[in-house]
């Protein structure tokens, strides 16, 4: 079982920036993947990047693509998300869901946390 906690969410000016950070704990067999969502309210939650673990491969919504990057630590269980010029679009929570294996014969899994507000209003 993992366990996700988000951090780094705020009130934030357009324009500016802020950093979330993701810890996870727990064990798992295998960790595929992780990444980040968000979801505005009354809208649809929304890929923002993720990256493939072992491979370091990101991929970055479009429309995020040069304001947003995503790292992680895989030592640490660690994920980041870096966001700069931020738009008050980008008000919503942010979540890092994991895909990763519980055990050698389970089935791949998504494990999210409970996210991090972040709100951008002057």
């Known amino acids: 079982q993992v366990q996700l906690a988000e951090s780094g969410g705020g009130l934030v000016q357009p324009g500016g920036s802020l950093r979330l950070s993701c810890a996870a704990t727990?064990?798992?067999?295998?960790?595929?993947?992780m990444g980040w969502y968000r979801q505005a309210t009354g809208k649809e939650r929304e890929l923002v990047a993720t990256i493939a673990a072992g491979e370091g491969i990101t991929t970055n919504a479009d429309s995020m693509r040069g304001r947003f990057t995503i790292s992680g630590d895989t030592s640490k269980n660690t994920l980041a998300l870096q966001m700069n010029s931020l738009k008050t679009e980008a008000t919503a929570v942010y979540y890092c869901?994991?895909?990763?294996?519980?055990?050698?014969?389970?089935?791949?899994?998504?494990?999210w946390g409970k996210g991090t507000l972040v709100t951008v209003s002057s």
């Open positions: 727990g064990r798992f067999f295998r960790l595929n993947s």
């Open positions: 869901p994991w895909n990763a294996k519980g055990t050698w014969d389970s089935p791949a899994t998504d494990y």
